[in-house]
């Protein structure tokens, strides 16, 4: 049983322009969360999407968006880059109404 | 929003229990309380989650009192891989009402 995944595992871009990252849930599972790890810190909520649609957000502007697909998957877009985005980028997928997230092993991105 | 405290470290050696406390004072009648570990430059994993009393698996132990405003991860016999960040949440469905804190960061020592 394949776990959460997330391509790709190391990215580098400069200041302004856009990356996308991707998530494949684990099997089962229909709701998909994302986070942003800053070095030395807890990650933090981005948004959750369940059914093709964000459902919740946390405090990110809106250069961060997102997408589920029919298939659960779902990737992250962040436009307009800035140095203070470089960060481990997870992503946590659950069964809806089940309370228990596993999370993929990350994408580190640097922004130079 | 559920707030959690936990040390900010902890060092044990290879062969001991190590138990973690965990504070959740304003935690909310159907909240879940679930611990993760974390090793550098890797996704959170899973360790165990709980309601209330005790839940056990075969890596942990979670105590959790009758007013659920703390809760304690045991875990016996660590080995030098289990030194990691260990992070409580409190919530429930993840989302932005389930908030990781800084974590606590256990250092096995031989």
């Known amino acids: 049983d394949a776990g959460v995944t997330q391509s790709p595992t190391h990215l580098i871009k400069t200041r302004g322009q856009q990356v996308t990252l991707r998530c494949s849930p684990k099997s089962g599972h229909d709701t998909v969360s994302w986070y942003q790890q800053a070095l030395g810190q807890g990650p933090q909520f981005i948004f959750q999407y369940y059914e093709e649609e964000e459902r919740q957000r946390g405090n990110f502007p809106d250069r961060f968006s997102g997408h589920q697909f029919p298939n659960y998957s779902s990737e992250l877009n962040v436009n307009a880059l800035l140095l203070g985005d470089s960060a481990l980028y997870l992503c946590?997928?659950?069964?809806?109404?089940?309370?228990?997230?596993?999370f993929g092993p990350g994408t580190r991105l640097l922004v130079l | 929003l559920a707030k959690t405290t936990q040390p900010i470290s902890m060092d044990s050696y290879e062969g001991q229990e190590v138990n973690i406390t965990c504070s959740h004072n304003n935690i909310a009648t159907n909240d879940y309380i679930t611990w993760y570990q974390q090793f550098p430059s890797q996704g959170p994993r899973f360790i165990i989650q709980?309601?209330?009393t005790k839940v056990t698996n075969e890596v942990a132990s979670l105590f959790i009192p009758a007013d659920r405003k703390s809760s304690t991860l045991s875990l016996p016999r660590v080995s030098l891989s289990d030194t990691a960040v260990y992070y409580c949440?409190?919530?429930?469905?993840?989302?932005?009402?389930?908030?990781f804190g800084a974590g606590t960061r256990l250092f096995v020592k031989a």
């Open positions: 946590a997928s659950k069964q809806v109404g089940m309370e228990t997230q596993y």
């Open positions: 709980g309601y209330k």
């Open positions: 949440l409190v919530g429930r469905g993840g989302g932005f009402k389930t908030i």
